[in-house]
């Protein structure tokens, strides 16, 4: 991991240092910005030990790492599991236990999280130009470009507004988790019958293999960890005439207790760094912020 990508990730390093671990009572031990990297000596640090209940017995969940029978490869592809980090090797400490590519969160253990080391995931942004009651796009005065929507979620355990995404599951590809997941998140698509389920994929399909790259990496989500944490591959998706996902019924499901069409701009705050994965779309279509 190159010097400017450590600087880049550690100010992505905020919303996994902050008071309560999510879903939970246990408080993160401070860790100042200065002390946050493992490089950085920081003899008072005793983190909380912390692996929420809900992840016992759980087949896609990985086992505490001092089961007898739990061998995983790490920085690599073990057996359908990807252990592999998008910054570069991680350290597995003499424990066995990986460690943040980051740094010091003030909680050890997997939290929320499934799997020891990286937890990838795939967030579909999906957008559309703002257009008026004729159909026209509409450019903000202020700046003189046009204005980007996008479709957010907000989601259930937090009630934040966030970009639709989720888990890559063992042997998946990421094109295939991005489509999934916004079928599942933005379309209800678990409700639907085989035949409304066949008609949505059908429709989208080929909307879904265009997609540019915005961002890949680390993600500064609150369930992250000192031995567990988040990392995501961020596509645009751009309804460039709004005529395919911009004509379907947005319904909330799975996952999403609400979702809309949101407009961008530099004030909205969202789930984990998807504001930066917002902005870096918007520079890249060149739309008002």
Known sequence: MSIQSIRYARMLHQKCRQGLYPSSNVKRFAVPEERVPWT??????????????????????????????FKPKWNTVDDKVNRKSFTGDYIVNADGYPLNPVGRTGIVGRGLLGRWGPNHAADPIVTRWKRDNTGTVEINKNTGKPVLQFVAIQRRDSGEWAIPG???????????????EFMEEALNFLEMDDTERKVLQNSIMEFFTKG?????GYVDD???????????????FHDEENNVVGKL?????DDARNV?????????????NHSEFVRKTVLQRNAHW
């Open 40 to 69: 950085v000596d920081y003899p008072e640090y005793k983190p909380v030990a912390y692996t929420a209940n809900v992840l016992k017995g759980k087949p896609w969940a990985d086992p505490e790492i001092n089961e007898p029978t």
């Open 166 to 180: 989720g888990m890559v599951d063992p042997n998946e590809t990421v094109s295939a988790t991005l489509m999934r």
């Open 212 to 216: 540019d790259e915005i961002y890949k």
């Open 222 to 236: 609150p369930r992250n960890t000192d031995n567990a944490w988040m990392e995501t591959v961020a596509i645009n």
């Open 249 to 253: 019924a947005l319904k909330a499901g």
């Open 260 to 272: 809309r069409w949101m407009d961008v701009n530099k004030e909205i705050n969202l789930y984990a």
